[in-house]
């Protein structure tokens, strides 16, 4: 429910933004035109001619209500996608910039998160207030957007074309490109039929780490290792012969600094690792001087934007001296022979450390996971409190909960309220450790979600010592991409460092804490399964440190005699034994089982094996999609999905709905309810 009166705020906003401008361009404005301008608001493209009819007649009948396209929209897949999990700050800079083509100035971002925080505006009073700050050129930019989709959606109508989901992401992008020139708008509207006919595709800049509108992950910031991020751009204009690359930051007006340039970049080269530099030649950056990427460390308070440019060049450049190749040289020397350009712009705030008491410093990495939790401290242990115990729906294919997974065991991930209590000071055990447990967490990730044991079998035996690879539970395939799974409880939780997080972490701050109260940082864990190869670069150890200086806990002994966990590919991969005492009092124990455990295997036979999980979305009507795949390589054929949702009736406690489905036809007869105990 959090998740959704989020997407409901920002829809909120989105709407009263853009229906604001378009009121004062045309009080006259039928109600296909309110519905388009709510596409393009909503999801940043043009609607599809059958949408928007739809949404016109449903507007009609309710004489204008917008409120069942605002709670349709706000709710469906493609907006929780584009937008689900983002904070309301993000949310407000991603709506000006989608709109606008710029980040909301501090007093309006301001002043619209604490609005949407509170829960203070509605609709008639934000839209009143965001009108009366729009400027004239803001209008013309929205106006501009409006007639280009109008335009785009008719075409597509008429001509009986394709828009599907590539052609989506190309009518985004032109999209995108629209300002409040007019040769802005007339190029746009040039390039609509082409664009439909495919004669031509947007320039398009995207990362597998990062999306646009979104925050700039720490680890490539100087909070954390520091290296370049990796980059992917598609459809370069015909005649390309290399291309050049920035990026930069403005902290204030005449002043711009810069932290990557590459130019010479071969035309057959359309995406850079993380930590790329072998590809191009590197230009001096602003920080060092150097010819290398220098990670930002922008100072101040609040959240920084930094904006990454490709651009696509007719020639090289010839620059012959790199050492002396800053922003502006690289700028005009490019500046008449670039065919095109693509961009992406995202945002990192830093955040300050100084003489913190216990409970300061170790609630302010789970602070940063604000929208999923809240914390509190006591006298001798701090809790976490969460409404859910999962983590925030990613706007990254790779990061979907529970894809990838070759091993099912059956179990969904159901939110669960849950409350987690932690030892503000570590009780140290001189010279000995304590084993973990099997029963329960180890651990509390900083994003809310209980970090597991690697040992499945349910009894004491998981001292280090015992170590047997046959009951890994990393090794044996029911492990997402993410390095967790639903567990017998339906309960969520990692055994594997949790790599998914990367994406967001401040390396330079625990990524959870054991429940002993000991610090657990991300070390190692990239693989190209876990975290589908994006972090395989990323080792966060401290200077002359790896994997092998840990003892047998996967802890590392510090000076004042103190320990920290770091996290490894490796078993026993973030916590195998504790330095500290762990408190059995606190009850940090799974929930209960949401389901029998001999129920029966449902639609897929006897068993799951040879298939694997290859999709999980949430549908129009609140549905839980998880979809199995059969492997090419298996006896079993098809696809077969588990569906589920909260059940409307909860009287009977915490229930859900279930129907199973397999592509031969077969599906449950009847919806079967499960209720927590």
């Not at 664009?195 to 490539?220: E, K, N, R, T």
């Not at 010819?291 to 100072?299: D, G, I, K, L």
């Not at 004042?560 to 762990?582: E, K, L, M, N, Q």
């Amino acid at each position: 429910m959090q998740i959704f009166r989020q997407l409901l705020a920002l829809a909120t906003v989105i709407v009263a933004l853009l229906m604001a401008s378009v009121i004062a361009h045309a009080q006259d404005s039928n109600f296909e035109d309110q519905v388009q301008s709510m596409y393009v608001a909503y999801y940043g493209r043009p609607g599809d001619s059958g949408g928007i009819e739809f949404w016109a007649q449903q507007l009609e009948t309710s004489g204008g209500d917008l409120h069942a396209i605002i709670e349709a929209f706000g709710n469906s897949v493609e907006y929780d996608e584009r937008y689900g999990g983002l904070a309301n700050e993000t949310l407000v800079n991603t709506i000006y910039q989608q709109l606008l083509g710029r980040v909301a100035d501090s007093e309006g971002l301001a002043f619209y998160v604490e609005k949407l925080n509170s829960g203070e505006l509605l609709l008639a009073s934000i839209a009143l207030d965001i009108f009366n700050g729009v400027q004239s050129e803001d209008r013309d930019i929205v106006a501009n957007k409006l007639e280009v989709a109008n335009r785009y959606t008719d075409y597509v109508r008429d001509s009986g074309a394709s828009y599907g989901s590539d052609d989506i992401t190309r009518a985004q992008a032109l999209l995108d490109g629209v300002t409040a020139a007019e040769d802005s708008l007339q190029s746009a509207l040039s390039a609509v039929i082409d664009l439909v006919d495919g004669v031509i595709a947007a320039f398009a800049l995207s990362s597998s780490a990062m999306v646009a509108g979104g925050s700039l992950p720490a680890a490539y910031t100087c909070d954390g290792i520091g290296v370049s991020p990796p980059l992917t751009w598609s459809d370069g204009p015909d005649g390309t012969d290399s291309y050049a690359l920035a990026m930069h930051h403005i902290p204030g007006p005449g002043d711009t600094h810069w932290y990557w340039l590459l130019f010479d970049i071969p035309a057959s080269v359309t995406s850079l690792a993380a930590a790329e530099s072998s590809v191009g030649t590197f230009g001096i950056n602003s920080v060092n001087s150097e010819n290398e990427y220098t990670p930002p460390c922008s100072q101040g308070d609040g959240a920084k934007s930094y904006t990454i440019t490709v651009y696509a060049l007719s020639e090289s450049p010839g620059l012959a001296d790199p050492s002396t190749v800053d922003r502006d040289t690289l700028l005009n020397a490019i500046g008449s022979i670039t065919l095109d350009e693509a961009s992406l712009e995202v945002s990192y705030e830093r955040t300050s450390s100084g003489d913190l008491s216990a409970c300061e410093e170790k609630t302010a990495a789970y602070q940063a996971y604000s929208e999923l939790l809240s914390v509190s401290c006591g006298t001798e242990y701090f809790s976490i409190n969460t409404d859910t115990s999962l983590p925030s729906p990613s706007n990254i294919e790779a990061d979907k909960k529970m894809v990838g997974i070759t091993a099912w065991i059956q179990r969904v991930p159901l939110p669960r309220q849950q409350t987690w209590n932690i030892a503000l000071e570590p009780e140290w055990l001189s010279g000995s450790y304590q084993s973990p447990t099997s029963l329960g967490p180890i651990a509390i990730a900083v994003n809310g979600v209980p970090m597991l044991h690697l040992d499945k079998r349910p009894d004491d035996v998981s001292n280090p010592e015992y170590y047997d690879a046959a009951f890994d539970t990393v090794l044996l395939g029911e492990l997402d991409q993410c390095g967790a799974h639903s567990g017998n409880g339906e309960d969520y939780h990692y055994h594997y460092p949790p790599v998914c997080m990367l994406s967001r972490h401040d390396l330079s701050k625990p990524i959870a804490y054991g429940l002993d109260g000991v610090a657990i940082y991300y070390g190692t864990g990239g693989t190209d399964y876990y975290g589908s190869g994006r972090y395989n670069d990323v080792d966060n150890f401290p200077v002359g440190v790896d994997a092998d200086d840990l003892d047998e806990c996967n802890a590392l002994l510090l000076e004042d005699g103190s320990y920290v966990h770091y996290t490894t590919s490796d078993a026993p991969y973030f916590i195998g034994c504790h330095r500290a005492s762990v408190d059995s009092s606190l009850n940090n124990q799974n929930p209960g089982n949401a389901r029998s455990l001999d129920r029966d295997p449902w639609l897929l036979d006897s068993s799951v094996e040879g298939m694997t999980i290859t999709h999980f979305y949430t549908d129009e009507d609140n549905w839980r999609h998880l979809v199995l795949t059969a492997d090419e390589d298996s006896s079993a054929s098809g696809s077969s999905e588990v569906l589920y949702r909260e059940t409307v009736d909860q009287s009977d406690g915490d229930c859900w709905d279930f129907e199973y489905r397999t592509t031969e036809g077969v599906s449950s007869s009847d919806t079967e309810v499960f209720c927590h105990s």
